[in-house]
């Protein structure tokens, strides 16, 4: 597998990112659905990686820079007949490894609190995020759990 930095602009992205956002909308309320568009994803201070296996898109993350050494983990998402498979585990690696090479001391991300994204949290959990309260432009929602986690050796 491959991890590689995308421009968002080939089909077979921009439906995998629809396909989350409609996944996303059928589980939660409008008002607590925080997923990126693509031109949200496109823009500067965000950066977006796909995991390609072979020629296949098995998944995809990106790490949005909120300043003063904050960062945040935003899409994650890895194909439906990959789940478990260690494509999530790979791709959060090299976005923590990529924030704490760009100077980031702290890494941020909000997901649902809902019982299909346990594994989700489990996975964040084993990578050391803890749950902590809403950070940047978030408020208190009973739909989200946010979680953080320093960056020890950034820069």
Known sequence: MRIVVDDLSGPEIAEFLAEHVREMRSITPPESTHALDLDGLRRPEVTFWSVLDGPELVGCGALKQLGGGHAELKSMRTSARRKRSGVASLLLAHIIAQARARGCTRLSL?????????????????????????FGEYRPDPHSTFMTRRLEGAG
């Open 110 to 134: 909000e997901t649902w609190s809902a019982e299909f994204f346990r594994p989700a949290r489990e996975l964040y959990r084993k990578f050391g995020f803890e749950e902590c309260g809403p």
